[in-house]
C-alpha cells in the first residue's frame, strides 16, 4: 500500500508541476502578445524618427532654435501647435481638415499634430512669402 501510495503521490506531483509550467507558458505568451501589441501600436502612432531627422538635415539652414525645439516631439497637442504657429485653434483645426497639417486622433478623439507636417507649412510658407520655392 505504501508503494501505491508513493506511485499515486509522485504522479500527482508530476501532474501538477506540468500544469504550473503550462500555466507560466501562457503567461509568458500573453506577455510576448501583450509587449508586441503595445510596440506596435507605438509604432503606428509616432513618425520614424529617422523621418525627422532626414527633415531637419534638408532644412537645416531654414530652421531656428525654436523649431528644432519644436521638433523634438514628434506630435504635439492643438494649444501649443497653435502657440507655435500664431494661429487660433480653430485656424489650426481647419488647416487639419483642409489636409495642409497632417494630424492624428487619440482614443479620446483630441487632434496630435505631426510636428514635421507643421514646420514644413511654416517654411512652405514663409517662401511663399518672400518669394522662394523649393520646387
Known amino acids: 500500500m505504501s508503494r501505491e501510495f508513493l506511485a ?11 500544469a504550473e509550467k503550462a500555466l507560466i507558458d501562457c503567461r509568458v ?4 502578445v501583450e509587449k508586441e501589441n503595445e510596440l506596435n501600436v507605438r509604432a503606428s502612432m509616432t513618425l520614424p524618427k529617422s523621418m525627422t531627422d532626414r527633415f531637419i538635415a534638408e532644412h537645416r539652414g531654414k530652421l531656428e532654435a525654436d523649431d528644432l525645439e519644436f521638433l523634438s516631439e514628434k506630435h504635439r497637442g492643438g494649444k501649443e501647435t497653435a502657440d507655435y504657429l ?34 514644413r507649412h511654416l517654411i512652405e510658407d514663409s517662401n511663399a512669402d518672400t518669394g522662394k520655392g523649393d520646387a
Open 8 to 18: 499515486r503521490y509522485r504522479e500527482a506531483l508530476e501532474q501538477q508541476a506540468a
Open 29 to 32: 505568451e500573453v506577455a510576448m
Open 86 to 119: 500664431a494661429v487660433s485653434e480653430s485656424k489650426l483645426k481647419r488647416m487639419a481638415n483642409d489636409g495642409t497639417l497632417e494630424v492624428r486622433r487619440t482614443g479620446a478623439g483630441h487632434r496630435r499634430y505631426c510636428t514635421v507636417s507643421v514646420v
